[in-house]
């Protein structure tokens, strides 16, 4: 997985993140409420215990101390949008 951050100050984040299949970031929470969009690829994105598979073009909200994974279904590419 290889991930670059584009912005970042005290109320945002933007980072980019390249997963091959089979890769994954394991449960955990985030203070921020973060906003996924897919940009190539697919993704599953588990989200309080319910799996959600999310494809290029498409976007998934998950909630600040709700916790969640990242599972690459495929190679895939995100944007993480996390607002504090």
Do not use: N
């Not at 670059?4 to 203070?31: G, N, Y």
């Not at 309080?48 to 909630?63: N, Q, T, Y």
């Amino acid at each position: 997985m290889g991930s670059e951050m584009c912005i970042r100050d005290s109320a945002l984040s933007m980072t980019l993140f390249a997963f091959e299949q089979d890769e994954e970031i394991s449960t955990h929470t985030a203070d921020g409420d973060a906003l996924v969009t897919v940009l190539d690829g697919t993704g599953r994105f588990t989200i309080d215990g319910e799996a959600h598979l999310v494809s290029a073009g498409e976007s998934i909200i998950m909630p600040a101390h709700v916790p969640h994974a990242v599972y690459g279904q495929t190679r895939f590419k995100m944007l993480l949008t996390v607002i504090v």
